[in-house]
T-cell receptor
């Protein structure tokens, strides 16, 4: 399967600061990228879908001004958590799929802790 | 709207015993079905997928799953479990042009010696 990396793997930040998480496709062109959020011992919840060069489509209930997604190239998508608060602490996972591909490949996730 | 139900939150299986993890889905059209495995603190790894054709699908690590339309099920099986199989297993249904995935709540597999 395709290889997807995320950076950082974990981050601790102070409340009110912004954090950027990178998702990179290492061996294929990812036309579509997805960002998920996973609370402890729970399932993955889709936050947003983005296509390269287009604005992201956010799921209902996800604040687009708080979770900024940029998909500027076919190999890189970023999620920026702005003005982070402790309730934003979670495990964030990205996934990618190529054009006409039928499967999503997931990154290893980023553990965000907001103090 | 599509949904996925994994009725078992936890399952404990003895090493070497067989395993079946249940998954039921709700989707109006022919679903795209997936099983993923997640080790603690890790991302998801694809085990297998079903789109069409043979309803018995073979995956990696000795796993297989059977699609049963009449029961709206896609149960995951393995004939002999290894200790390294202990992890969280997620069933998912894909829908829409961008293949949005809807995940079940997951089943945590514990393997006893």
């Amino acid at each position: 399967g395709a290889v997807v990396s995320q950076h950082p793997s974990w981050v601790i930040c102070k409340s009110g600061t912004s954090v950027k998480i990178e998702c990179r496709s290492l061996d294929f062109q990812a036309t579509t990228m997805f960002w998920y959020r996973q609370f402890p011992k729970q399932s993955l919840m889709l936050m947003a879908t983005s296509n390269e060069g287009s604005k992201a489509t956010y799921e209902q209930g996800v604040e687009k001004d708080k979770f900024l997604i940029n998909h500027a190239s076919l190999t890189l998508s970023t999620l920026t958590v702005t003005s982070a608060h402790p309730e934003d602490s979670s495990f964030y996972i990205c996934s990618e799929k190529g054009m006409a591909a039928d499967t999503q490949y997931f990154g290893p996730g980023t553990r965000l802790t907001v103090l | 709207a599509q949904s996925v139900t994994q009725p078992d939150i936890h399952i404990t299986v003895s090493e070497g015993a067989s395993l079946e993890l249940r998954c039921n889905y709700s989707y109006g059209a022919t679903p795209y079905l997936f099983w993923y495995v997640q080790s603690p603190g890790q991302g998801l790894q694809l085990l297998l997928k079903y789109f069409s054709g043979d309803t018995l699908v073979q995956g990696i690590k000795g796993f297989e799953a059977e699609f049963k339309r009449s029961q709206s099920s896609f149960n995951l099986r393995k004939p002999s479990v290894h200790w390294s199989d202990a992890a969280e297993y997620f069933c998912a249904v894909g829908a829409g042009g961008f293949q949005k995935l809807v995940f079940g709540t997951g089943t945590r597999l514990l393997v006893s010696p």
